[in-house]
């Protein structure tokens, strides 16, 4: 987005209510696909929306959606070749080196990212 828009607050605003009906969206529709296929949607628009908040830099709200995210994963015991946890543990371990957080960017790494 460009930041010469003169209503970039309004684009903003536009873009996350679109995100949250599409979350809505794919909760509902996860409903008709039980099981890992219906998780690993919910999982997906949560880590949309993490990436939307994150984009933006408000890591506060992106590191809700991502452990949300992550909590659908373990749930389930994961979710084969479409679970996103690493992705979303790579992005809180970035987002918290970022800000500054370095123990909780260690735990979050040592616990999702470490073979």
Request: aromatic share 14%.
């Amino acid at each position: 987005m460009q930041r010469q828009a003169s209503n970039r607050h309004i684009i903003v605003l536009q873009a996350f209510t679109f995100l949250f009906q599409y979350r809505q969206l794919i909760y509902e529709q996860s409903n008709n696909h039980p099981g890992t296929l219906g998780a690993a949607m919910r999982q997906q628009a949560e880590y949309n929306l993490a990436r939307a908040f994150q984009q933006l830099g408000l890591f506060t709200f992106a590191a809700r959606y991502y452990e949300d995210a992550i909590r659908i994963s373990e749930e389930m015991g994961g979710l084969g070749k479409r679970d996103l946890v690493f992705e979303c543990a790579h992005n809180l371990g970035l987002m918290f080196t970022m800000s500054g957080n370095y123990e909780a960017a260690k735990e979050v790494t040592e616990r999702y990212l470490v073979l």
